[in-house]
């Protein structure tokens, strides 16, 4: 019996989902710089949102602050910088990034709390963390929405039959696909 060796597919997906983890502890240390002790950029000179309808359904119910909208805005096209490097859109490529950026989102967001000296560990729970209004089983729902849909959209773009992965590769491997 042969054992068991990781597929190419695997380990890429390892490899982005630390390469995820790594941009999102960077990002929490800058967030932590930035922020300090008041989360959701309560000590910052931002504009803020407080009293919109589709803040239950986008934000969970938090303040939509400049500051945000202009992170989240940065980061979606530091994610989609490939797409424009390569000229090159697919499907699974797309869900690659969105999985990868719900990741590194709920990553960073963890991170800022364990990181930050204001904070640590002991103190995330939904009393000293009132920005995140609604928890399920010790963490912010946001949480477990990201997890499945990051999963979702991860297993979705890795899980190939075997003559698409081919063809996947020998199209990343072809320099004439980077000039189109």
Known sequence: MKPWKPTVGLRHAALLVAWVALLGTLFALLEVQIEGAQG???????????????????????????????????????????????GHFCW?????????????????????????PAYGIARFTPEHVPWHPHWLLGVPVDYLVFIALSAALLWAAYRRPGAALQEERHEAADPARLGR
Do not use: K
């Not at 990553?107 to 930050?116: G, K, P, Q, R, S």
């Open 40 to 86: 959701w950029a309560a000590g910052l000179p931002t504009w803020r949102v407080t009293d919109a309808p589709l803040l239950q359904m986008f934000f969970g119910g938090r303040a939509v602050t400049g500051y945000h909208v202009f992170a989240f805005s940065f980061m979606f096209c530091v994610f989609h910088l490939p797409l424009a490097v390569t």
């Open 92 to 116: 699974r490529m797309e869900a690659r990034i969105l999985g990868g950026l719900m990741l590194f989102w709920l990553i960073e967001d963890f991170l800022w709390f364990v990181l930050n």
